[in-house]
């Protein structure tokens, strides 16, 4: 049972251009969610959050938003840069009543020329 | 400040064989997790520790053991290896338990493991 599924597998966008990953959650209980940015060969860097009590949040190119009537989130990135080829992983404290994060199965950003 | 550290990178072992993966981090972080990513899948939790002396179990704890005998230190055993523990393992740490806003985990580079 998948509490954060991610759809789209991978996603491929001119650079320039506006970048949308989306994430969707089954537990009513998540009331906080991140975004983590993958690299080939490398560990999960921490990108940007938003809480439940918001619906938006922005940090400079990056914006996620909240839609908790529908349990979905979606992370824009405007304007998308090479730099951002990358896999994107949405995820959620707990879910299964342990202490770690739950993840979606991440989104393969490929951002072309 | 290195953060996050894990050894080996790699390890190819035979089924039946055991091994331990060490993590590390230079945080003073209370939490330490240890997550398994295989292709095409999200990472899930196998083991976590709150802090030092402390552990449980995560989504997929089957086949492996963890321990915590220091704060900085997170210890992730395979007693006896099998092919479908074949995978990347990264090692995470926060200072606290992720509730809200500004709580992140930290990660690893990561150890690629392939059981033959």
């Known amino acids: 049972d998948q509490q954060v599924k991610q759809n789209s597998p991978s996603l491929s966008v001119q650079e320039g251009r506006i970048s949308i990953l989306n994430c969707d959650y089954t537990n009513s209980m998540f009331d906080y969610f991140l975004w983590y940015k993958k690299y080939p060969a490398e560990g999960p860097t921490f990108l940007i959050s938003i809480s439940s009590i918001k619906d938006k949040n922005e940090d400079g190119r990056f914006t996620v938003f909240l839609n908790k009537s529908a349990k979905h989130l979606s992370l824009h990135i405007v304007p998308s840069q090479p730099g951002d080829s990358a896999v994107y992983f949405c995820a959620a404290p707990g879910g299964g009543g342990a202490d770690g994060l739950t993840f979606g199965k991440g989104t393969h950003l490929i951002i072309q020329p | 400040n290195a953060g996050v550290t894990q050894t080996p990178k790699f390890r190819v072992l035979k089924t039946g064989q055991s091994m331990t993966l060490l993590c590390a981090q230079d945080?003073?972080?209370?939490?330490m997790y240890w997550y398994r990513q295989d292709p095409g899948m999200g990472l899930r939790l196998i083991h976590y520790s709150v802090g030092e002396g402390t552990t449980a179990k995560g989504e997929v704890p089957d086949g492996y053991n963890v321990s915590r005998l220091k704060k900085q230190n997170f210890l992730l055993g395979l007693e006896s290896a099998a092919p479908s523990q074949t995978s990347v393992y990264f090692c995470a740490s926060s200072f606290r338990g992720i509730s809200m806003e500004g709580d992140t985990q930290y990660f690893g580079p990561g150890t690629r493991l392939t059981v033959l």
């Open positions: 945080m003073n972080h209370e939490y």
